[in-house]
């Protein structure tokens, strides 16, 4: 009996241990990511097909919010509206407007549709756990 209460107390006290350490190597290793990538990423068709040049959307969309302009890139699966959004996305006025505003992207003209799959990317803390204000990142 006292066998199997050792061996589950060095158990217990070894995954606690593990524990500890994957959290505080993951505080160490976390990567801050510019929370407008999501939202630029939001706005394209999702298609994934290296139209854009890029390996799809995700890299699309950390290209544009890299360069901070639309100049030169180009989503041909989603056109002219789609660019339109994501500069709406990039431009300085969205960065400083207020910060619920322009995560939902309520009071940037968004289409009702678009602006709602925003909304429902950008309003839970668990998809931005870092993100306290949209206009935090530069
Ligand atoms: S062309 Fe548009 S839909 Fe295709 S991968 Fe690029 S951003 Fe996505």
């Known amino acids: 009996m006292n066998l199997i209460l050792i061996s589950m107390g060095v158990l217990g006290?070894?995954?606690?241990?593990?524990?500890?350490?994957l959290y505080i190597v993951s505080l160490y290793f976390k990567v801050e990511e510019d929370p407008r990538i999501d939202l630029?990423?939001?706005?394209?068709?999702g298609a994934n097909c290296g139209g854009c040049g890029f390996a799809g959307c995700r890299?699309?969309?950390?290209?544009?919010v890299k360069a901070g302009k639309t100049?030169?890139?180009?989503?041909?699966?989603?056109g002219d509206p789609t660019m339109d959004e994501v500069k709406k996305?990039?431009?300085?006025?969205?960065?400083?407007?207020?910060?619920?505003?322009?995560?939902?992207?309520?009071?940037k003209g968004f289409d009702p549709v678009i602006a709602a799959k925003i909304k429902a990317l950008?309003?839970?803390?668990?998809?931005?756990p870092n993100v306290t204000s949209f206009a935090q990142k530069s």
Do not use: N
């Open 13 to 21: 006290v070894t995954a606690l241990v593990a524990a500890v350490l």
């Open 40 to 45: 630029v990423q939001a706005v394209l068709p």
């Open 59 to 64: 890299a699309f969309a950390e290209a544009c």
């Open 71 to 78: 100049d030169g890139l180009a989503c041909p699966v989603g």
């Open 89 to 107: 996305i990039l431009s300085p006025a969205a960065e400083a407007a207020e910060p619920a505003a322009a995560a939902s992207g309520e009071k």
């Open 122 to 128: 950008a309003t839970p803390k668990a998809v931005f």
